[in-house]
């Protein structure tokens, strides 16, 4: 890597202020000054291949109408140097990234970038940089018109609407209680201030929105000495400060506007309440679905103390905590969490209660009370405190893991950035951490207690969803343009009309910038799979790979559950749902939590099916995933086996309690359900393995899930039977038959790490052949191909996915084409057009899939059609030499998305395990970069006939889904409730 300078250096017109160290990162950082335009640029430093760039800037919430987040779509839009329909999107769809967006915040916005080649990175910054300079949406007011707000007419008698992609956007919102929840709390906690805004709001004020209240966000807050630039990565630095001042910031004298003062406004002190409404569709349940919220504002803290906080109350939200503990004394058995909210100017500690009623809010307040009375007098337990500290220890080491971290990093100091103009968080956070850890006497915990006991400000809200107000906000919003259209004189009828002819003529151009390219030709080779070692212990596989990661690994165990009987599958959700919730013979439920949360990080249970070409493993499995520290490995294993096997099923009561309190979020029919939904049912109609874990999550397992607890309070006898059902369970997975291990650890562990395993593993009981009744295969539901749910959502998620998986007509050259569709047809069909929030296509080449979407999307029937004639305008469609080299970066780019070390490796021993040829997918990728324009049109019949076969999803409103139904074979609707 390249040297770092010194203190007071100076290059490019950049000076050094800071030096650092971030430590989990293995990073150096370097903070600069560029005098002449006061912009401050951070540099993070380390081996990381994916280079990141960021572009940040604060930005006040005024108001609620979503200004700075209209504005961030508006700056993407086409600039002076780059003029373009859609620049941000040009960008998105031809060029070798693997992330990239414009993102708002309560603070701030930014515009985040990456990629693994530091020419196209340097490209595409002097298009964001551009973009920020001379924003052609200032000069056009079509740009507003697009991604605001627009009302449209094409007759006198109307009916008049009104579209904007922000406005969609919004309003694909207005049934998220937790959003409503959110804004309720800052408007009671700080009434009165502009920091109490939040963003994402605009749905509630579509009568105030302006193009100059947009253009003014501009001039207010767009400026380079109100900006933070970060740089990340294994990058040739200093050409890019070169880069950055020759061609930017030395033509950018600076105006000494930072905006900090923004956010100084001082708290009303004292403690308040509201109870809030919440828009919910008729059919919604009202009881036992309310968020309940308590607020301390923290705003005097410094920032140390602010992460002291953050640690604090991660271990609040253990289910062992004192707080936790007072809670189920008090009669409260729901879904609660803790957690330092530092998205507002003011930083608040928020207790939130979730599927609650007003009943429970003095008990809920008098259970966070005596819990911080116990702590400040008598601290926490230590084995909590213990198993807290590794856990937060174990995921500051697995950082690296995570992709994007150009991105990731930069958006947390860019937050603490806005509202203190400093860059050192993670210095601080690890300088904090060590205090905190350190504290054995606890006495930054006891104070922290003690201070909340007696805060300067405080709130507690009720946010209570209401069915039957959103159709009528929806109705409002008909009525209010019914009567616009009204007011209307004729000429300005007129007017009006023509003023959408134009705007739909000008928005229908086609209108590119390609400048930012590189070419294709250096694209990387595809990495070769990683080395890994395949031994057989009886009926034990063992998979192990090494990694260079020092004292932690990365686990998963898949157990054979082809013996467990159809009937008994729906108990399987429930046999997980209990876990670490029962006693067992050796540890109480307590002591689950804390030793899970010291072993067992981020575990996670899963279903699969895997196809044929698995072999002997072509059946029903469930994995177990986790990380560790290997120093702990022989302990978590044995832990995790208890738990799985262990379970007191004769405990009816806290079963009951378990359902009551995790019921809910098993229940698919609502909003934020819908984009997920969509997936996995198209991908259900393909793949047996998807079908499976389909099977074993639907709405039906839910309807199931309440009636096991219906009948566990009213009869008697259904205890036992049900406890029947879940110890066969538990036997029947705890077997050793085509078990599968997998490890990923530094070289010098592994091998004690396996032989662990293996004389752990090797314990287990053998399989008793003939358990089951018939082929799993069997049980399998068939699903339709063109399916709709009706969900408690306002628009709709669509996906059609095509299947290429062993199709010998699919190349990767035909990949190209897919992305050149998606842009060049699909979002301006669909977003431009169509008025959805965005739409593309993506593709898997392991799993042999593309998938077409649209999401936050007011269509049914035209997006459908739209999606399915993808193919046969992909025949005619213009392409250039240019824009074909475009469309090979980004496909690249998606089939080789960057991934951790440890994460690389477990994912090709999966790849092994299920016979899947890493070598054949690489083929392909690499085949990507062999598109040609001569292979369109074979590439458009392949296509168009996968197409044809293609599962169609869409998951939304049930009034706009019911309206064009004839388009489906089958529509579902999901309701809580059910006869």
Not at 53 to 79: A, G, K, M, V
Not at 302 to 318: M, S, V
Not at 572 to 586: C, F, N, V
Not at 883 to 888: A, H, T, V
């Amino acid at each position: 890597m390249a040297s770092l300078p010194r203190i007071g250096e100076t290059i490019s017109g950049f000076t050094v202020t800071e030096l650092g160290t971030i430590h989990m990162l293995g990073a150096r950082t370097v903070l600069f000054n560029h005098e002449l335009s006061g912009t401050q640029l951070l540099y993070i430093q380390n081996d990381d291949r994916e280079l990141g760039f960021n572009l940040i800037y604060r930005t006040p919430q005024l108001d609620e109408r979503d200004s700075s987040h209209i504005l961030e779509h508006l700056i993407l839009s086409s600039c002076q140097k780059y003029p373009s329909r859609d620049i941000f999107f040009d960008m998105d769809s031809k060029s070798y990234t693997t992330f990239m967006n414009g993102l708002t915040d309560n603070t701030f916005t930014c515009y985040p970038v990456c990629s693994q080649s530091q020419e196209q990175l340097v490209k595409l910054m002097d298009v964001f940089l551009c973009c920020m300079e001379e924003p052609d949406a200032l000069k056009d007011k079509h740009f507003y018109l697009r991604e605001a707000i627009r009302y449209e007419l094409s007759s006198p008698r109307g009916p008049l609407t009104m579209q904007g992609t922000v406005l969609s956007e919004d309003w694909g919102h207005l049934t998220d209680i937790l959003e409503n929840a959110d804004s309720a709390m800052s408007h009671t906690l700080y009434q009165d201030t502009r920091n109490a805004n939040l963003l994402g709001r605009a749905h509630l004020h579509y009568r105030e929105l302006s193009y100059e209240q947009a253009r003014e966000t501009f001039e207010r807050c767009y400026s380079y000495s109100n900006c933070l630039i970060t740089l990340y990565g294994n990058m040739d630095y200093r050409s890019v400060l070169h880069f950055l001042d020759r061609e930017h910031l030395s033509r950018a004298a600076s105006k000494g506007r930072s905006l900090l003062g923004e956010f100084e406004e001082p708290v009303k002190p004292g403690f308040r309440t509201c109870t809030a409404q919440s828009p919910a569709y008729l059919g919604s349940p009202s009881e036992h679905a309310s968020v309940m919220d308590y607020g301390i504002d923290l705003s005097d803290c410094t920032k140390e103390e602010l992460i002291y906080w953050d640690l604090f109350a991660d271990i609040l939200d253990n289910d062992t905590s004192p707080w936790h503990r007072y809670a189920r004394e008090m009669g409260i058995n729901h879904v609660m969490e803790v957690y330092l909210d530092t998205l507002l100017p003011h930083p608040s500690l928020k207790f939130r209660l979730r599927n609650g009623d007003s009943c429970l809010k003095e008990a809920f307040l008098g259970s966070i009370k005596k819990a911080l009375e116990d702590i400040s007098r008598d601290g926490l337990s230590p084995k909590l405190y213990r198993a807290s500290m590794k856990e937060n220890r174990l995921s500051d080491s697995l950082t690296r893991e995570a992709p994007h971290l150009g991105f990731n990093l930069s958006e947390e100091i860019g937050r603490y950035w806005s509202i203190t103009g400093r860059t050192d968080y993670f210095q601080l956070y690890e300088e904090a951490f060590r205090r905190f850890e350190e504290d054995s006497g606890q006495s930054i915990i006891k104070k922290l207690a003690a201070s909340a006991l007696q805060p300067a400000a405080s709130a507690l809200v009720v946010t209570e969803p209401v069915p039957g107000l959103a159709e009528q906000m929806e109705e409002e919003k008909e009525q209010y343009l019914k009567e616009k259209l009204a007011s209307m004189t004729a000429a300005e009828q007129k007017q009006l009309i023509e003023e959408t002819t134009a705007f739909h003529d000008w928005n229908s151009r086609e209108r590119s910038n390609m400048d930012f390219l590189i070419g294709p030709g250096e694209l990387p080779e595809p990495p070769e799979s990683s080395p890994f070692t395949k031994r057989q212990w009886g009926t034990i596989t063992c998979y192990t790979a090494p990694a260079p990661s020092r004292d932690v690994g990365s686990y998963q165990l898949y157990f054979d559950i082809s013996g467990i009987e159809k009937d008994d599958l729906n108990y399987l959700t429930l046999y997980q749902m209990l876990l670490t919730e029962l006693d067992t013979k050796r540890f109480t439920v307590e002591q689950q939590k804390n030793l899970e949360q010291e072993y067992l990080h981020d575990c996670t249970f899963d279903e699969l099916y895997p196809p044929k070409e698995a072999g002997a493993l072509n059946h029903p499995m469930m994995s177990v995933f986790w990380y560790g520290l290997t120093g702990d490995f022989e302990a978590g294993l044995d832990f995790l086996l208890d738990v799985m096997g262990g379970g007191d099923y004769s405990d009816t009561d806290t079963i009951i309690q378990v359902l009551e309190k995790y019921l809910p979020d098993y229940d698919q029919s609502k909003a934020d359900n819908a984009s997920a939904l969509a997936f996995s049912l198209s991908e259900g109609y393909m793949r047996q393995e998807c079908r499976f874990r389909n099977m074993l999550n639907s709405q039906e397992n839910y309807y199931f899930l309440k009636d096991v607890l219906k009948r566990l309070k009213e009869e008697p006898d259904f205890g036992a039977a049900a406890a029947a059902r879940l110890e066969t369970i538990s036997h029947t997975i705890l077997n050793r038959r085509d078990l599968v291990f997998l490890a990923a650890a530094s070289p010098d562990v592994l091998g004690t790490l396996e032989q662990t395993a293996v004389d752990i593993l090797g314990r287990l009981p053998g399989f008793k052949e003939g358990h089951s009744s018939s082929d799993p295969a069997v049980w399998l539901p068939d699903q339709r191909q063109k399916l709709a749910v009706c969900v408690e959502a306002s628009c709709q998620e669509t996906r059609l996915m095509g299947d290429f998986h062993g199709n010998p007509d699919f190349k990767g050259r035909y990949l190209p084409f897919l992305m050149a569709a998606a842009d060049k047809y699909l979002k301006p069909a669909i977003r431009y057009q169509g008025g959805a929030y965005d739409s593309g296509i993506d593709f898997y080449i392991p799993a042999g899939y593309f998938s077409l979407w649209s999401t936050a999307d007011p269509e049914v029937r035209n997006t459908i059609k739209l999606l399915l004639a993808t193919g046969t305008q992909l025949m005619e469609l213009p392409l250039t030499h240019e824009e074909l080299d475009g469309y090979i970066l980004n496909a690249y780019a998606q089939a080789l998305p960057p991934s951790g070390t440890l994460s690389t490796r477990m994912r090709h021993m999966r790849r092994d395990m299920v016979n899947m040829d890493t070598r054949r997918i690489n083929e392909m990728i690499s085949d990507i970069r062999n598109a040609a324009l001569c292979h369109q049109k074979e590439a458009a019949r392949v296509i168009d006939r996968i197409l044809g076969r293609s599962a169609i999803v869409t998951v939304g409103n049930e009034k706009c889904i019911m309206r064009d139904k004839d388009v489906f074979d089958q529509v579902l609707i999901y309701h809580t409730d059910y006869v």
